[in-house]
Nanobody, 118 residues
Framework: QVQLVESGGGLVQPGGSLRLSCAAS????????MNWYRQAPGKERELVAF????????NYATSVKGRFTISRDKAKNTVYLQMNGLVLEGTAVYYC???????????WGQGTQVTVSS
């Protein structure tokens, strides 16, 4: 069955770094655009980063541009989110999302908690 399994979350101090991973299985990874979303307590889920199915196009929320990097490894069916310069507002549950590049299929992971605190 389809699975998106996130890992790499945790507690980090302001200014620190984390790398999130999302391992995909049960679908044809290369046909899917991949996204990272986050949801902070009391707030709506927001799109943080996007990478297209081929890996050549990325896009970022303004709030993370220049600090976060999304990438994908087609051999490992995994998408990553490298987060540098984390700020307190980065505290949230981070979700991996797969969206088919031209059909109406979308999948979600279970989320991984990132807490930025001193």
């Amino acid at each position: 069955q389809v699975q998106l399994v996130e890992s790499g979350g945790g507690l980090v101090q302001p200014g620190g770094s984390l790398r999130l991973s999302c391992a995909a299985s049960g679908f044809i990874f290369r046909n899917y655009n991949m996204n990272w979303y986050r949801q902070a307590p009391g707030k709506e889920r927001e799109l943080v980063a996007f990478i297209n199915s081929g890996g050549g196009i990325t896009n970022y929320a303004t709030s993370v541009k220049g600090r976060f990097t999304i990438s994908r490894d087609k051999a490992k069916n995994t998408v990553y989110l490298q987060m540098n310069g984390l700020v307190l507002e980065g505290t949230a549950v981070y979700y991996c999302n797969a969206r088919h590049s031209y059909m109406d299929y979308t999948y979600w992971g279970q989320g991984t908690q990132v807490t930025v605190s001193s």
